[in-house]
């Protein structure tokens, strides 16, 4: 029997943009149902956390004023106990967030996570992108001013 080669049409993208076995495997474990509620419940876990932290981080951020400086392994393994009530952790966390990247607009990422979280877990939200794009554009534009 002969083969017969598919033509490609209009409908079909050119043999190089065609997406491979690897690459669909790869985003195949984005959509795994698992994958999706882990990140999902690590999204609400992180966005609560980050509350707490970046709460705490405005209180005390004086007194933690020494490990603002450090990195994260050097603050690990200082014997000091830190003031803000996530640990040192939640320093490490608020010193990205608030003190080295956005400042206070960091508070919209609050927002955001579980956002993020509940559309993981399929929950219809209206005007989601939207809502999403102009927090993100909020957040970086306050921060640069």
Do not use: H
């Amino acid at each position: 029997m002969s083969e017969v080669k598919k033509k490609r049409g209009p409908g079909r993208p050119p043999k190089e943009l065609e997406i491979t076995d690897s690459k669909k495997k790869y985003f195949k474990f984005f959509q795994d149902e698992k994958f999706r509620f882990l990140f999902g419940i690590f999204l609400l876990f992180f966005s609560v956390y980050s509350l707490i932290a970046f709460i705490s981080f405005l209180f005390t951020w004086q007194d933690d004023g020494y490990m603002l400086d450090m990195g994260f392994f050097k603050m690990l393994s200082q014997a000091g106990k830190p003031a803000n009530s996530m640990g040192k952790l939640g320093v490490f966390i608020s010193k990205l967030f608030i003190y080295r990247w956005f400042g206070i607009p960091a508070f919209g990422f609050v927002i955001i996570f579980p956002l993020w979280a509940l559309k993981l877990f399929k929950v219809k939200l209206r005007k989601f992108n939207s809502f999403i794009a102009k927090t993100l554009f909020i957040i970086i534009w306050t921060s640069l001013c």
